[in-house]
């Protein structure tokens, strides 16, 4: 190729990630780490108040042998939430993104939608329906506004920006509602056994298994929409930023071409 001699200074295109790659660059892995730091703030936060006690009102539901006076217990009980397996998943996924932003395994990204679909749930359920009846106190307010707030919120925008894009399939949808069955499962028969449950309208003893079942049932329905949903933006991003590098890379050929 002979460079341009003219007037103006040698121009040389910039080359630029390929779609399926653009969650390589720096600022996206900034963008997962703050990600995994809200949820990692909002996380040690309500692991060191219920380890410890602080909270100033009565634990929602006894430890798993119905005694909430141990730490043990205390931490039982807060794992046992769904918000707090939404939030530690968030946690460790954006974590391993961050470090590792590809190579991922198609478990790893199953996981990836998960927690798109989970934290979703758990701050919709909570200001659609628990919000009002929940008042935190002391240093438990900072990890509720984390925990409800700023990581559901910040793991939809991160997505949005930077994705990773290209990774979600159709498949990955009934695969993703796996974990939250589980988290059902152990919810149900843990209550069965300690008669108190971590929500309300999951409580068998107040409402009856049918109703229950059927509440649980919404729910996942409504986490499986929120998937097709995630899977339709993903595919949508997708094809923009394929068609922007189509552009970029049409430019640069011609320049490349006038230039030689």
Known sequence: MIPYRGGMATITPTPTLAAHESHHGTFPRLLFALNAACAWVGLVIGTYSSA??????PPPQPGLLGDN???????IDTYSYFTILSVLLVAVIMTILAIKPSGHSRVFKVLR????????????????????????????????????TITPV??????????????LRWWMIPAAIVLPLVWVLYTLVRG???????????????????SVLKTTLFILVFGIVLGLIYWGIDALL??????????????????????A
């Open 154 to 167: 910040v793991t939809i925008v991160v997505f949005l920006l930077v994705g990773p894009r290209n990774w």
């Open 238 to 259: 997708g094809r923009r930023a394929r068609a922007s590098q189509a552009l970029v890379d049409a430019a640069s050929a011609t320049h490349t071409h006038r230039a």
């Open 52 to 57: 410890l006690g602080l909270y100033d009102y």
């Open 113 to 148: 939608l998960d927690t798109l679909v989970m934290i979703s749930v758990t701050g919709i359920i909570f200001w659609a329906l628990l919000a009002g009846s929940y008042t935190p106190l002391g240093i438990d307010v900072i990890s509720n506004v984390f925990d409800h």
């Open 69 to 75: 006076s141990s730490a043990v217990g205390r931490l």
């Open 192 to 210: 069965s056994v300690i008669h108190a449950y971590p929500y309300g309208f999951l409580s068998v003893s107040k409402w009856g298994l049918p």
